[in-house]
């Protein structure tokens, strides 16, 4: 069973372009969930996903970031026009059903941005 | 708001001796606090719940304690290895049922 699947592990962008990061959850797992984190500092939330929906995006900046996770195939978050301060580790989470519930989330092994 | 601390210094510990991590919190009653381990370069891997109602929870050489009156947790890991080494982070639900706030981490050495 595959864990939480993030690609790219590394990703460098000159000021301006736009990243795609992508995140297959676990087999089973219909809940999604992207945190960033920077160095020194605790994980951040940035959005909860379900199939086709966004519950929460309280996290997220209201622009240049945007998340989704379609009926069919990964989770991906979309950063437009990236700037130095986006340069971060971006981690996915998922689980079977909510945390409050006992159920484990399982992270992937993070994107790295880089923006120069 | 929710607020979490833990040590930000490294921790050095004598291969084999007990070590013990803190996470304290304010401005919140938690329904539960999770601890991951974070190893350089890795996603942080999920260690051990503890529920409100729970004053200790064990898994094999682990031991977490939860004081909700001094919002504090202890986590402990006994026989400690050179492979108990990594950063180890506090979570504790926020808000939503589905959120979890983070500390920064404590980084643990263990000395062979």
């Known amino acids: 069973n595959a864990g939480v699947m993030q690609n790219p592990r590394h990703l460098v962008r000159r000021r301006g372009q736009e990243a795609r990061l992508r995140c297959s959850p676990m087999?089973?797992?219909?809940?999604v969930y992207w945190y960033r984190q920077l160095p020194e500092e605790g994980l951040k939330f940035m959005v909860y996903l379900q199939k086709e929906n966004i519950i929460d995006e309280s996290g997220m900046p209201k622009e240049r970031f945007s998340a989704e996770f379609p009926k069919e195939g990964p989770s991906i978050l979309r950063i437009q026009q990236v700037v130095r301060g986006d340069s971060a580790a971006y981690f996915c989470?998922?689980?079977?059903?909510?945390?409050?519930?006992?159920?484990?989330?399982?992270f992937g092994e993070g994107s790295w941005l880089t923006v120069v | 708001s929710q607020k979490i601390e833990q040590n930000s210094e490294a921790l050095n510990i004598q291969e084999g001796k007990t070590a013990t991590l803190t996470c304290n919190y304010t401005n919140y009653s938690p329904a539960y606090l999770q601890w991951y381990r974070q190893d350089p370069g890795r996603g942080p891997v999920f260690l051990l719940l503890?529920?409100?109602n729970e004053k200790e929870k064990r898994k094999e050489r682990l031991k977490v304690t939860f004081d909700t009156t001094l919002k504090q947790s202890l986590f402990h890991i006994t026989a400690s290895q050179p492979a108990d080494s990594a950063t180890y982070l506090c979570?504790?639900?926020?808000?939503?049922?589905?959120?979890?706030?983070w500390g920064a981490g404590t980084k643990l050495i263990i000395k062979p």
């Open positions: 503890i529920r409100e």
């Open positions: 087999k089973g797992h219909s809940h």
């Open positions: 989470a998922s689980s079977p059903g909510l945390p409050d519930s006992g159920n484990t989330i399982y």
């Open positions: 979570a504790l639900d926020g808000d939503s049922n589905y959120q979890l706030i």
